[in-house]
């Protein structure tokens, strides 16, 4: 086996075959042997829902984590939360030549480990190699295809939103940010918090199976809570209350945050999903979600009002309000 | 509007908004409008081919075509040669910190009109940017669901295929390498032969669906005709018998190969697929496909045989013949 990836493994020739052989076959064994062909997947049902997400992260590993697990966590998570069950996933990876073949072997073991865990199968792929220089190290695509057992299509839009509703979280936000900062030394000390990159498909199932009354569902990633909230108050003409004091936040990461001057509702995670459920089935949600292991600290952080429409207003501890604002400008580049 | 790209738009927050608003939306106008959900769609049967495809081309723009159109031909052409009607498309780009607002523009029109063209939807989508110099101005993946009206499982596999199959390729090769090599100036001289970039799907279900009796299907891409028919003449365990005179090549691409010691049957096409069908079908096929813009050149290259199993042979226009490897190089990096 080579040490390093070169030009030729992708060309599409006898080295490409190599590399396909040697390192995806062997992990991904469900995969398309030829690898350049379509998978031909059966069905079950005939309505799916249909994601992709392209991963650039830097660096590629990070505690409790690398861009091969976020890359399947990624595309899970972005069919759970539009009530998908996530059945089958692609993976197209641009790699650097001169990257080392263990480092891609690593990836590929995370990406696998994860798409068992989710019950997912990576099922067709494709491998690019660009010249030194002229991309960073591996950028990973995922695509995914996930089955929906009945029409959830108001859970992305948020139609069915009311006044009074409660907004939830399954747990600790700023995790990733803070692992990939670390990992970066840009934090100018060890911080010693691992990413929250996890696949959510069971937790979200676990509520949507016993019938939870979920209004909206968003996987909180770029751009953080802040982002997501905005972007639902816009679209569905109401306004949001948060309890700030509600938030779940390690204290060292809201520790880090006020040394570094983040603001952590801007700040990214990796296996946070932020929920609106009817009031009647608010306590119901986050006791099914502290039984899960991803959802042990949820809780509930705010709600939906009249007041304020399109408009998020944080309540802040000592009693005061803000208004929280969309991302402006590019807080953290290359968190996932 | 902004001029270039810069890493805000990859922030996920307002700027990206603007990104999806200004350029994504405008093309794909049935886009997904979130653009980091999923798309929901209602497929008209159960059996899909799933495929995906990065593009890293080098140059983006090159004569015919640019990595847009590529992008969006390529993962049409996966799903066709496996039968299936080609129908939802995902885009999802890696751009460089830096990128003209005007460049991406062009790129996404392209895409849309390839979509047009192919009858498919592009349905959902995602946008990172990174830092300048951390990619090479920009990366696309598209990948695709195409529906199967029966099942062609055996078109992909070749496993019907037997000794006498004739062996078919629907116009001139190599256009695509010489195409980009000019546009690299790496030809030393002006070359005029446009990539023949294109939509192979209607030229496809054109003779599918007239019953010919099509035993085997591949788009020639990266690695060319030499390694479709390698890893052919491999998997199904028999020979394959080529006669070269009878292989369409521009008399400008067959005197550039000479000059720059190419070999054609290892250059990329990105418009050209290569069938095995029964003898007795293969001069309808032909009629059909010449018939089609995109066959007008449509010859039988060559046929199947017992004899030297697993090995390509080709016969030399003087008589001569040659044992045609899979490409064990890189011949030419970044050509799609």
Same mark, same amino acid.
């Not at 068992?116 to 995914?144: L, P, S």
């Not at 139609?159 to 995790?175: A, L, P, Q, W």
């Given at each position: 086996?080579?040490?390093?990836?070169?030009?030729?493994?992708?060309?599409?020739?006898?080295?490409?075959?190599?590399?396909?052989?040697?390192?995806?076959?062997?992990?991904?064994?469900?995969?398309?042997?030829?690898?350049?062909?379509?998978?031909?997947?059966?069905?079950?049902?005939?309505?799916?829902?249909?994601?992709?997400?392209?991963?650039?992260?830097?660096?590629?590993?990070?505690?409790?984590?690398?861009?091969?697990?976020?890359?399947?966590?990624?595309?899970?998570?972005?069919?759970?939360? *539009?009530?998908?069950?996530?059945?089958?996933?692609?993976? *197209?990876?641009?790699?650097?030549?001169?990257?080392?073949?263990?480092?891609?072997?690593?990836?590929?073991?995370?990406?696998?480990?994860?798409?068992?865990?989710?019950?997912?199968?990576?099922?067709?792929?494709?491998?690019?190699?660009?010249?030194?220089?002229?991309?960073?190290?591996?950028?990973?695509?995922?695509?995914?295809?996930?089955?929906?057992?009945?029409?959830?299509?108001?859970?992305?839009?948020?139609?069915?939103?009311?006044?009074?509703?409660?907004?939830?979280?399954?747990?600790?936000?700023?995790?990733?940010?803070?692992?990939? @900062?670390?990992?970066?030394?840009?934090?100018?000390?060890?911080?010693?918090?691992?990413?929250?990159?996890?696949?959510?498909?069971?937790?979200?199932?676990?509520?949507?199976?016993?019938?939870?009354?979920?209004?909206?569902?968003?996987?909180?990633?770029?751009?953080?809570?802040?982002?997501?909230?905005?972007?639902?108050?816009?679209?569905?003409?109401?306004?949001?209350? @948060?309890?700030?004091?509600?938030?779940?936040?390690?204290?060292?990461?809201?520790? @880090?945050?006020?040394?570094?001057?983040?603001?952590?509702?801007?700040?990214?995670?990796?296996?946070?999903?932020?929920?609106?459920?009817?009031?009647?089935?608010?306590?119901?949600?986050?006791?099914?979600?502290?039984?899960?292991?991803?959802?042990?600290?949820?809780?509930?952080?705010?709600?939906?009002?009249?007041?304020?429409?399109?408009?998020?207003?944080?309540?802040?501890?000592?009693?005061?309000?803000?208004?929280?604002?969309?991302?402006?400008?590019?807080?953290?580049?290359?968190?996932?």
């Amino acid at each position: 086996m080579h040490e390093l990836i070169t030009l030729n493994h992708g060309s599409g020739g006898k080295a490409s075959q190599d590399l396909i052989q040697d390192v995806f076959i062997k992990s991904f064994g469900g995969m398309n042997v030829a690898l350049s062909d379509s998978a031909i997947l059966q069905l079950p049902n005939n309505q799916i829902a249909f994601t992709t997400d392209s991963f650039v992260v830097d660096p590629i590993f990070f505690p409790g984590g690398d861009i091969g697990k976020l890359s399947v966590c990624g595309t899970v998570n972005d069919l759970a939360v *539009s009530g998908a069950m996530p059945k089958y996933i692609t993976a *197209s990876f641009i790699i650097e030549e001169g990257f080392s073949f263990q480092n891609l072997t690593q990836i590929v073991s995370s990406m696998q480990e994860q798409a068992e865990i989710a019950n997912v199968k990576i099922v067709a792929g494709d491998t690019k190699v660009v010249q030194k220089g002229k991309c960073d190290k591996i950028f990973i695509n995922t695509t995914g295809i996930g089955i929906l057992d009945k029409d959830y299509s108001f859970i992305s839009t948020g139609e069915k939103i009311e006044s009074g509703h409660k907004i939830i979280i399954n747990g600790f936000i700023g995790d990733h940010s803070i692992a990939v @900062l670390g990992a970066r030394n840009e934090l100018g000390f060890k911080a010693d918090v691992e990413t929250d990159c996890a696949c959510l498909n069971d937790l979200i199932q676990s509520v949507l199976k016993v019938g939870i009354n979920v209004k909206f569902m968003r996987d909180v990633t770029r751009g953080g809570l802040a982002t997501v909230l905005n972007e639902l108050a816009e679209t569905v003409n109401f306004g949001v209350e @948060l309890n700030e004091k509600n938030i779940p936040i390690r204290e060292l990461v809201s520790g @880090l945050c006020e040394v570094l001057g983040f603001d952590p509702l801007y700040l990214a995670n990796e296996g946070k999903v932020l929920m609106v459920v009817h009031p009647d089935d608010a306590d119901k949600a986050i006791e099914i979600m502290r039984n899960h292991t991803l959802g042990a600290e949820s809780k509930i952080i705010g709600e939906i009002t009249k007041e304020h429409p399109k408009i998020v207003v944080g309540k802040t501890e000592i009693g005061g309000s803000r208004i929280i604002n969309m991302l402006q400008g590019e807080q953290l580049p290359r968190i996932c």
